[in-house]
């Protein structure tokens, strides 16, 4: 189930936000229908760089609490967002996983409704870099990124990466290879008839991979839209 909500910025331009998939139903915007901002935690020094905002629509009606419930993510992933300005994606993200909740009116009249969303470069923190070394045991940068780490963001689309510098350094950048096992460790685990079983988990999430990947080659990672870039 999906939503749209159309509104104006204050220079006259149609925005389209579009809330999870499939055939959408027309909601109202409220006030600020859609703001988003540069996330706080973030400096000059932060090689990934993220946003969070919120959105707001008006609500009325019998079906207006099921509307709502809809909406409440169950993971970090399951509901996505974006921003169009006619078939083009100014903006992307996912309803912010957290307590939600409404006090309706007594008269069941017009209730306006908050959520927060966050940008796909924070959901990645949610994300643990997979275990699969034996189909993978060296991968290089440009693999590293696109195929397990973005790749991950389900409901996301991106078309275009972008890397700031000389070309023959950006490419001998991303082909370089690192052992898969770097991102694994192993750990010990115990049953209740004291059968000890050893299991290979994710020693990170994809985020932390990406940050690092960032500092060794002095990059700042952001998002616009469609499209990835990676500045020096």
């Known amino acids: 189930m999906g939503y749209q909500i159309q509104f104006k910025s204050?220079?006259?331009?149609?925005y389209v936000l579009e809330i999870g998939s499939g055939t959408l139903t027309e909601l109202t915007g409220g006030v600020d229908t859609f703001v988003t901002e540069e996330d706080a935690n973030t400096d000059f020094f932060t090689p990934v760089r993220t946003q969070s905002g919120t959105?707001?629509?008006?609500?009325?009606?019998?079906?207006?609490?099921?509307?709502?419930?809809?909406?409440?993510?169950?993971?970090?992933?399951?509901?996505?967002?974006?921003?169009?300005?006619?078939?083009?994606?100014?903006w992307q993200g996912y309803i912010q996983p957290e307590v939600y909740h409404n006090d309706y009116p007594a008269n069941g009249g017009l209730m306006e409704h908050e959520f927060s969303v966050?940008?796909?470069?924070?959901?990645?923190?949610?994300?643990?870099?997979?275990?699969?070394?034996?189909?993978?045991?060296?991968?290089?940068?440009?693999?590293l990124l696109h195929i397990h780490i973005f790749s991950q963001l389900t409901g996301t689309t991106i078309d275009r990466y972008y890397f700031q510098g000389n070309k023959d350094i950006v490419?001998?950048?991303?082909?370089?290879?690192?052992?898969?096992?770097?991102?694994?460790?192993?750990?010990?685990?115990?049953?209740?008839?004291?059968?000890?079983?050893?299991?290979?988990?994710?020693?990170?999430?994809?985020?932390?991979?990406?940050?690092?990947?960032c500092k060794l080659f002095g990059w700042c990672c952001r998002m616009h839209g469609t499209r990835v870039y990676f500045t020096m």
């Not at 509307?67 to 992933?77: C, E, G, K, Q, R």
Request: net charge neutral.
């Open 10 to 14: 204050f220079k006259d331009t149609s």
């Open 55 to 90: 959105f707001r629509y008006i609500g009325s009606g019998a079906n207006d609490h099921a509307t709502w419930l809809s909406m409440v993510p169950t993971d970090a992933l399951s509901i996505p967002v974006k921003l169009k300005v006619g078939s083009t994606v100014k």
């Open 118 to 143: 966050q940008c796909p470069l924070s959901v990645l923190d949610t994300i643990d870099i997979n275990t699969n070394v034996n189909s993978h045991p060296v991968v290089t940068i440009g693999q």
């Open 171 to 213: 490419s001998s950048r991303l082909n370089t290879k690192v052992m898969w096992a770097n991102f694994l460790e192993t750990v010990e685990e115990g049953n209740a008839e004291g059968v000890s079983t050893v299991k290979i988990v994710p020693k990170y999430t994809c985020r932390q991979v990406l940050e690092e990947v």
